[in-house]
């Protein structure tokens, strides 16, 4: 059996891993010119079931270089409002298996890391185009330098632009969420540490400002040798109709939008924005996916953001993705024992379609610019809920420990929240 995966993220690598470990002839096909000319954005959270999805799939040495990239992991959730006041602060539980824990990593280290191993299978410069099915069965993908290629199965793992997903599924449907979303790095220094929220090192920082106004604070810290400088990185999301026309504005325009939007937050957090590297400020439009009815499974499938793209408000993305690698690459290793492809493609689906739409809700329900915060008066009222809420969760164990417990459950299917109240 031949397998084609067309995309080099996150899914599409771990998935190549996997089915050459297992003995599957396999080629992957990226875009991309080189391995280092990928699109900007920064930090990815590795959660327990992707830790584990990326431990199942990659052989041990390169799970190992994996880890080695990693950032030192957030032992902390942060949430201050926009003035750094405190709202909740708590511990994560300890993490003591690389197997099963929390990661912090860098878009561009993790896919060096996971291009090891795999230079026979892996083609940069290949932009799919289209797929078309042949009479023995088997299906061709074609490129935009005019070759092609055949196989007996096609993967997409192309992500949210998906041309497979377009092709294959053309009534799949790609919502805006309302909500944009501007991110910027910048080196972390002693000077810049400064500047931080109470707390943030080594933690996930969250930011809750008036109308609806979030900012997401990481501070990057490698301790493995040559894998990137430390950095802090920051986000601020609002619903569109807070921003002005964004189109045709250069980095450094960006970043000034940013300060411009944000006049009453802590001067330490605008100074933050300021020495963002222009470089490195990137904007985007939140999208989703809208949930899909089943379709008749066929030896052309899709793995991660292609056929689920959900928002960044859980960190479940690249999760998804990683999960959806490891299922498929546990049915298509079935296959090439023996059972039949499409009935196991059909396995495959059944599953993801039913956890990955789910992500895509929970991960909606997060970010929605249509959402009460965002609006005018009523807004008001929902940020004060929220905030005392808590603060109040923040003043009793009990609560916290829930909480965390609940936020868990809704990232990962591996931790039970038995186990992380008992852990917390
Ligand atoms: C620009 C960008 C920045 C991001 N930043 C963050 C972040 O900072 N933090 C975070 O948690 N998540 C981030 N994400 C989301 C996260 O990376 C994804 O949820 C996750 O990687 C999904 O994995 P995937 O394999 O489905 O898709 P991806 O990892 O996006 O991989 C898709 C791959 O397919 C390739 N491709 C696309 N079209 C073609 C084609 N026609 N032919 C061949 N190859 C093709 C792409 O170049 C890419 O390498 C970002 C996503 C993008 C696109």
Redesign the pocket.
């Known amino acids: 059996m031949r397998v084609l995966i067309?995309?080099?993220?996150?899914?599409?690598l771990c998935l190549a891993h996997g089915l050459k470990k297992a003995g599957v002839d396999v080629a992957l096909?990226?875009?991309?010119r080189t391995p280092r000319s990928?699109?900007?954005?920064?930090?990815?959270?590795i959660s327990p079931d992707g830790s584990q999805a990326l431990h199942s799939c990659l052989p041990p040495d390169v799970f190992a270089e994996f880890v080695r990239t990693t950032a030192r992991p957030a032992t902390r959730i942060n949430m201050r409002t926009e003035k750094y006041k405190e709202l909740l602060v708590a511990e994560l539980p300890p993490q003591v298996d690389d197997t099963r824990s929390e990661k912090s990593v860098s878009?561009i280290a993790m896919r060096t890391a996971l291009l090891t191993g795999l230079e026979d299978v892996v083609e940069f410069d290949?932009?799919?185009t289209h797929f078309s099915r042949n009479d023995d069965g088997s299906v061709t993908a074609f490129f935009a330098d005019g070759t092609s290629e055949t196989g007996d199965v096609l993967v997409g793992?192309?992500?949210?632009?998906?041309?497979v997903r377009r092709q294959y599924l053309p009534h799949a449907k790609i919502a805006d969420t309302g909500i944009t979303t501007i991110?910027g790095k910048l080196p972390f220094t002693a000077e810049h540490a400064k500047l931080l929220p109470p707390q943030a090192e080594g933690a996930v920082t969250l930011l809750y400002g008036p109308k609806g106004a979030f900012v997401i604070i990481h501070v990057m810290r490698f301790d493995g040798a040559g894998v990137e400088d430390d950095y802090i990185m920051w986000g601020y999301a609002a619903s569109h109709d807070k921003f002005p026309e964004l189109k045709g504005l250069r980095q450094e325009q960006l970043k000034q939008v940013v300060l411009d939007m944000t006049p009453k937050f802590h001067p330490d957090l605008r100074r933050l924005f300021a020495l963002a590297d222009p470089e490195t400020v990137f904007e985007?439009k939140v999208r989703t996916s809208e949930p899909l009815p089943a379709w008749k499974s066929s030896n052309v499938t899709m793995?991660?953001?292609?056929v689920h793209l959900m928002t960044?408000g859980r960190?479940i993305?690249?999760n998804t993705?990683l999960r959806d690698a490891e299922l498929l690459c546990r049915k298509l290793t079935e296959a090439h024992h023996g059972k039949n492809a499409v009935q196991a493609i059909s396995e495959y689906e059944k599953e993801m379609v039913e956890y990955g739409f789910e992500a895509v809700l929970a991960s909606r329900e997060q970010m929605d610019g249509n959402g009460a915060i965002h609006k005018p008066v009523i807004g008001r009222i929902v940020l004060a809920v929220l905030r005392t809420f808590l603060r109040v969760t923040n003043a009793v164990p009990v609560l916290k420990r829930k909480m965390l417990a609940k936020e868990s459950t809704h990232r990962d299917h591996v931790n039970s929240p038995d186990e992380v109240v008992h852990a917390g």
């Open positions: 067309i995309g080099a993220g996150t899914g599409g096909f990226e875009r991309d990928m699109l900007i954005g920064y930090r990815v959270g878009r290949k932009a799919f793992a192309d992500g949210a632009q998906s041309k991110a985007i793995i991660g953001d292609s960044p960190g993305g690249a993705a």
